[in-house]
């Protein structure tokens, strides 16, 4: 791999790992305000939110400029919604609805995350050959991932009683800065992490590509971006490696907080100490991202998709999972699986769209789609949570849902190679 490969590697890890250690800081925030259970979905709802609204017009964003730039301007978004967040969890909170506020700053960060995305991946394409997308995306999926660990982990570690408590002690002379709980502590920190993010992007290589987009005319952007949405789901490849994903990132999304509210409710965990099995399930992703990335090529890709429906299925067997030592290993499992399936999936939508429409314009449809499904899976289980559901109810239904979906996209594939020729990848 070129050098500046490693650049944008490092961008993406810290501004990763400061993305998920804001998520558990967040989520302090509001148990620190008292706010009820099924407020905490809707933060990752509320993340989300821009991907879908903005979605036409991100990708148009990202093809406007350099993709380094576009980074950089889009952590300094992040680091603007991270201030806000600390404002809000600083200033005493007036009554119980304050937070509300807290979710219109994450938003913000989300904001940023929406427009972040496409340069991220959209730079893979353009600055690396076609056959190196698999090995790319397995390392950017896998570092991702330890991103994921170490960031859910570093965030239940900033919000912990020994970490917290250090923090807070920590005076500055004849200053009183009004910091006196453990969220308001970690979000200064982790607005640390992302500033080494914008230090990085602004290293990121410049690709040669020629960076214009066609219109700036909102009505243009949206009926362009209706369009590439048809044209990606249309094509017979690109339609399976869509659903898939699609499919990953909702479920991921949603297993995050089955995972916390399974923990509390099998093992009694605190939220700090439920991060630890996020972050092994983590692992597990990571290892099946690299184990695909070595072993799976892009022409092979489709293959994996009975893996989903295998992760499905483990899934449910969390509800018998009644001691820490089964819960370890199940957790690696799942996240194995689910990291081995998507990472050539992903590169197959990466090629598909790099193709049909331009890498920037490829990644919107992507992130449209994708986090549409984890605006829907997280509204579905709030609802659950605001029903009293059982987590175990809440965690057979889900594991069916992933198994009989992910099926039905395999399903569809077959359909499609028998209806006629797909589209040839070298």
């Avoid at 302090?28 to 821009?50: Q, Y």
């Avoid at 879908?52 to 990202?62: N, R």
């Avoid at 952590?75 to 219109?104: M, Q, T």
């Avoid at 994921?148 to 005076?171: F, K």
Wanted: with cysteine.
């Amino acid at each position: 791999m070129p050098s500046g490969f490693y650049i944008i590697m490092a961008a993406q890890f810290f501004s990763s790992l400061a993305d998920n250690a804001l998520l558990v800081a967040a989520i302090a925030v509001l148990i620190n305000m008292a706010a009820p259970d099924w407020m905490t979905p809707l933060l990752k709802f509320f993340f989300t939110v821009s991907y879908v609204l903005f979605a036409a017009f991100v990708g148009a964003f990202a093809d406007s400029m350099p993709k380094g730039r576009v980074m950089f301007v889009t952590n300094l978004v992040k680091i603007a919604g991270c201030l806000l967040l600390f404002l809000f969890a600083w200033l005493p909170a007036p009554g119980e609805s304050y937070y509300r506020h807290v979710l219109i700053a994450y938003s913000v960060v989300g904001l940023g995350a929406a427009a972040y995305s496409p340069a991220k991946y959209g730079i893979l394409t353009e600055y690396l050959p076609h056959q190196k997308l698999v090995v790319a995306n397995g390392w950017i999926e896998g570092l991702t991932i330890v991103s994921i660990i170490l960031g859910t982990v570093l965030g239940g570690v900033l919000i912990g009683p020994e970490v917290s408590a250090r923090l807070l002690a920590i005076d500055l002379p004849r200053i009183e800065t009004g910091i006196d709980s453990p969220p308001e502590a970690a979000i200064l920190v982790i607005i640390v992490f992302y500033v080494i993010a914008a230090i990085f992007n602004l290293y990121i290589p410049r690709t040669g590509v020629d960076h214009r987009v066609p219109s700036r005319n909102p009505l243009f952007l949206v009926h362009e971006f209706a369009h590439c949405v048809k044209l990606l789901w249309s094509d017979k490849l690109g339609q399976i490696s869509l659903a898939t994903t699609t499919l990953f990132w909702g479920a991921g999304a949603t297993l995050q907080f089955i995972v916390l509210k399974w923990a509390e409710t099998a093992f009694g965990y605190t939220l700090s100490q439920a991060t630890v099995l996020q972050g092994i399930c983590a692992v597990g992703i990571a290892a099946g991202a690299i184990i695909a990335a070595r072993f799976i090529p892009l022409n092979r890709a489709v293959n994996v998709v009975p893996v989903g429906i295998a992760m499905g299925l483990i899934v449910i067997a969390m509800i018998f999972a009644r001691n820490i030592a089964v819960a370890i290993p199940l957790m690696i499992l799942i996240g194995a699986l689910a990291g081995f399936f998507v990472v050539p999936m992903n590169a197959l939508l990466q090629h598909r769209g790099h193709i049909l429409m331009g890498a920037g314009h490829s990644i919107a449809v992507q992130n449209f789609n994708e986090n549409l499904s984890i605006l829907v899976m997280l509204g579905v289980y709030a609802l659950l949570i605001w029903l009293n559901l059982s987590i175990y109810t809440v965690i057979v239904l889900f594991g069916v849902f992933v198994a009989v979906t992910m099926a039905l996209v395999r399903q569809r594939h077959l359909n499609n190679v028998r209806s006629g020729l797909l589209p040839t990848i070298p």
